[in-house]
């Protein structure tokens, strides 16, 4: 392995992280706010620690695949060590974990919070927590190989360690300007929203954090009462539509510039998408459309509680948790499904699902006639047999985790539904969940081993699984060895 590479692009991270908490430090000059020490000390620290790995190492030689799996897994839980910093010097939080877990479900566009109240925070915590959404949601190292181009061959061993879906499609033949088009993209779809948002009301700030909690679809708002304090029908329209478009694979919206409008359209996991907002739309308002005052106001609410989750955004404009069961259930098994491969949503996302029906039907077919040849096809497309299978395997693992960690939370004390739901909505990287951590509550309660289980869990789920996990199985560490000599530390 090439440790000296990836402790030299791990160091360069934290630089970039550094810079990023100086727009923090601009509104709190604004302002003339008290967290302007707290900041200045955590960007000193992050920018000391990045320039201090760089100045040991260098980015010589080729990054290989396990090289990738470890920059993008350590890359992520140091994103969460650095950026907990500004909350913790602050005093928003009590503890360390719970800076943890705060940032990395900021970082990991999760959204759930153990912050009860947050409009007393000043707001460059504010920006700096809605921020970490922001540089999470397309991903912390596709932004670094779009800023650091010469890292080579060893650049698609990252992207595809960090971008989400069962196979990393390229835009682009270059894998850095790949990054580049997404985060182009990512951002002209931030600056639209932005704007938009001012046209309904909303200030400069308010209007940057809740794009930020939109299109990473992550979450967190400057309001306890999320978007529903602003009791503005007309930014929650805006905020359904971009939860949508965010939701959606941003590799289409690159073919779509390109006016490859018909490849867009065709495309199956969109329309699949799409077809299941709607339906899961009209089976909430068939449910509970009468207690609203007009048929429109229970579409909007429905939508926007079934777009929220399903897209793992986790805004809220209602207590779902006090909806009839039915739509309650509906809600947990929303937080399942997640949004497109190449999207910023989480969950298990729409290609899987697609996919695993295909491919059951594919198996009833193949009883009836057990020596035809039939392929699973996505569209035009021919699904490998090898494809299927990872899938397959992704959601074994993807269930037996689940499994596994509702019944540890149990042991923590909680009961079934917020033990079950806290599970479903971390690994889910969606944020409210039911009963105690349901849409007007947070994760306070929880105990603090709980917390960073919890955060683990989100960090699996945003690296999906497999990322993670092979970092901790000995066959990855196989051959890896750490000689010393009298003037070096040699990592091979």
């Known amino acids: ?59 010589k030689g080729t990054l290989g695949i396990r090289d990738g799996f470890l920059v993008v897994t350590l890359g992520w839980i140091l994103a969460g060590v650095f950026g907990a910093l500004p909350f913790v010097f602050y005093g928003a939080v009590d503890h360390f974990i719970d800076g943890f877990f705060e940032t990395i479900s900021g970082f990991t566009t999760t959204g759930a919070t153990i912050i009860t109240d947050v409009e007393i925070l000043p707001h460059g915590i504010l920006f700096w927590r809605s921020f970490t959404h922001w540089l999470g949601g397309m991903g912390i190292i596709v932004l670094f190989l779009a800023l650091l181009p010469k890292i080579g061959a060893g650049a698609m061993n990252l992207f595809k360690a960090e971008v989400p879906g069962p196979v990393a499609e390229k835009v682009s033949p270059r894998i850095t300007q790949t990054a580049k088009m997404l985060w182009f993209i990512y951002l002209g779809v931030s600056l639209l929203q932005t704007i938009l948002l001012m046209l309904t009301g909303f200030n400069l700030f308010d209007a940057l954090t809740h794009t930020f909690g939109t299109v990473a679809t992550g979450g967190f708002s400057t309001r306890n009462l999320s978007v529903g ?94 909806w009839p069961e039915f739509s309650r259930l509906m809600m947990l098994l929303l937080m399942f499904l997640g949004g497109c491969a190449g ?109 960073l289980y919890l955060s683990i869990l989100m960090l699996l789920g945003r690296l999906e699984l497999f ?15 750490f000689t010393v000599s009298s003037q070096t530390m040699s990592m091979e």
């Open 1 to 59: 392995m090439n440790f000296k590479a990836v402790f030299y692009i791990l160091g360069t991270l934290l630089i970039v992280l550094g810079v990023c908490m100086l727009f923090s430090l601009g509104w709190s000059l604004y302002y003339g706010e008290d967290d302007v020490q707290a900041l200045l000390i955590s960007i000193g620290i992050t920018l000391a620690c990045g320039f201090l790995l760089r100045a040991f190492t260098s980015l």
């Open 229 to 322: 304090a602003f009791q503005n029908p007309a930014a929650e329209i805006v905020i359904i539509i971009f939860m949508v478009i965010a939701g959606a694979n941003f590799g289409l919206y690159y073919f779509l510039l390109q006016g490859q409008w018909r490849k867009v359209f065709k495309d199956s996991e969109l329309r699949f998408y799409i077809g299941l907002i709607l339906l899961c739309t009209g089976l909430v308002v068939f449910n509970i459309g009468q207690t609203f005052p007009s048929y429109f106001d229970g579409l909007r609410t429905s939508a926007f509680q079934v777009v929220s989750i399903m897209t793992t955004t986790g805004f809220g404009t209602a207590n779902f948790d006090a």
């Open 343 to 451: 999207s910023t949503g989480g969950a298990m996302k729409q290609i899987r699902i697609l996919i695993l029906f295909k491919y059951a039907y594919r198996e009833l077919r193949q009883m009836l006639q057990p020596k035809a040849v039939i392929p699973i096809r996505v569209g035009e497309k021919t699904v490998p047999d090898s494809v299927a299978k990872n899938i397959l395997g992704f959601v074994i693992i993807y269930i037996a985790i689940f499994i596994v960690s509702s019944l540890f939370m149990t042991l923590l004390g909680l009961d079934l539904t917020t033990a079950i739901s806290s599970v479903a909505a971390t690994i889910g990287n969606i944020g409210p969940g039911l009963g105690q951590v349901g849409p007007v509550c947070n994760y306070s309660e929880i105990p603090q081993i709980g917390k």
């Open 467 to 481: 990322t993670v996990v092979l970092c901790f199985i000995p066959e990855f560490w196989q051959n890896v060895r």
